[in-house]
Nanobody, 123 residues
Framework: QVQLVESGGGLVQAGGSLRLSCAGS????????LGWFRQAPGKEREFVAA????????DYADSVKGRFTISRDNAKNTVYVQMDSLKPADTAVYYC????????????????WGQGTQVTVSS
């Protein structure tokens, strides 16, 4: 069993930055690929970024490439996403999740999810 808790969301102006954290518990947390997803009102949950268990591989949605950076600190059981140059279109609830499928990008491949953290970007 893996438990995930996101933090770091908030309200920011367009062009600003936020760093989200995902703290994990459970002895296998560091063995999993971890992904970030987001869901805006009335829209489907979409992939944002993923990082391999070692941190050596990362992947990003085209919409955030060059603006978001995913990283992990396995000693702290924590994964981060640094979000820069934020846009109003980035407004959503952001979720972290874990999967046994290497670098998966679809939500149905992820088994364990956090409760989400709200990110709101004002224009």
């Amino acid at each position: 069993q893996v438990q995930l808790v996101e933090s770091g969301g908030g309200l920011v102006q367009a062009g600003g930055s936020l760093r989200l954290s995902c703290a994990g518990s459970g002895r296998t947390f560091n063995s999993y690929t971890l992904g970030w997803f987001r869901q805006a009102p009335g829209k489907e949950r979409e992939f944002v970024a993923a990082i391999s268990s070692s941190g050596g591989s990362t992947d990003y949605a085209d919409s955030v490439k060059g603006r978001f950076t995913i990283s992990r600190d396995n000693a702290k059981n924590t994964v981060y996403v640094q979000m820069d140059s934020l846009k109003p279109a980035d407004t959503a609830v952001y979720y972290c999740a874990t999967t046994i499928h290497y670098m998966a990008t679809t939500s149905r491949q992820y088994a364990y999810w956090g409760q989400g953290t709200q990110v709101t970007v004002s224009s």
